[in-house]
């Protein structure tokens, strides 16, 4: 049988659309996929 929460979770946190990404702490990596850490990356402007 297939992961089926697994797939619900990875199609929550679209990687365009910045209101998907629920709570993301500043140190980690963005979940935009640009590799810089949130606080440098779409982290500034919130």
Same mark, same amino acid.
């Given at each position: 049988?297939? /992961?089926? @929460? !697994? /797939?619900? @979770?990875? @199609?929550?946190r /679209?990687? %365009? /659309?910045?209101?998907?990404?629920g709570?993301? !702490?500043? %140190?980690?990596? +963005?979940? +935009?996929g640009? !590799?810089?850490?949130?606080?440098? +990356?779409? !982290?500034?402007?919130?």
């Amino acid at each position: 049988r297939p /992961d089926v @929460a !697994g /797939d619900i @979770a990875v @199609a929550a946190r /679209d990687p %365009n /659309d910045p209101s998907t990404w629920g709570k993301v !702490g500043r %140190n980690e990596n +963005c979940p +935009c996929g640009s !590799g810089k850490k949130y606080k440098h +990356c779409h !982290g500034r402007f919130a």
